[in-house]
């Protein structure tokens, strides 16, 4: 396993790492989604918490080198804070995404559709919404799969 991240999220990875003791000891790569090559190919890749903090275009970017990242079959996983466009869902994501538009350039928070249309626009196929990573919770999961 290996984890991408920038390289001041280092230290914490390596305590993280001995925290929770995994049979497979992972990787860090130091590295900026925005610039460096993700390596690959993967049979997962998980992005975690990133896209509410980028436009559309530079999320469509991730997601496509993502995919590239992956191996034929591989699977990629979001987890992020999804808006519910119907207003059922939790108020949270709604009240992040303004946020992430008054704090950041161009961020905000995503309907599930919309990160959908990320995933096939970059050739991912069986594009799933699973829902709220617990119950009540705020964040959600989507996953798609790279075609063999």
């Known amino acids: 396993m290996f984890v991408f ?77 999804i808006v519910d466009p119907t207003g059922l869902g939790s108020p949270f994501p709604a009240l992040f ?3 992430m538009l008054v704090n950041t350039e161009s961020g905000q928070a995503y309907t599930k559709d919309e990160i959908g249309r990320f995933m096939t626009d970059a050739g991912l196929t069986q594009v799933e919404y699973i829902g709220p990573t617990v119950d009540g919770g705020t964040a959600s999961l989507m996953r798609a799969t790279k075609p063999k």
């Open 97 to 99: 995404s303004l946020n």
């Open 5 to 81: 991240d920038l390289p001041q999220a280092e230290e914490f990875f390596r305590q993280e790492a001995v925290n929770h003791a995994p049979t497979v000891p992972p990787c860090f790569l130091a590295g900026d989604y925005r610039k460096d090559d993700l390596g690959g190919p993967y049979d997962v890749v998980w992005i975690s918490q990133v896209l509410h903090g980028s436009g559309f275009e530079t999320c469509a970017r991730l997601i496509k080198d993502a995919a590239s990242a992956l191996a034929p079959g591989g699977v990629l996983w979001v987890q992020e804070f």
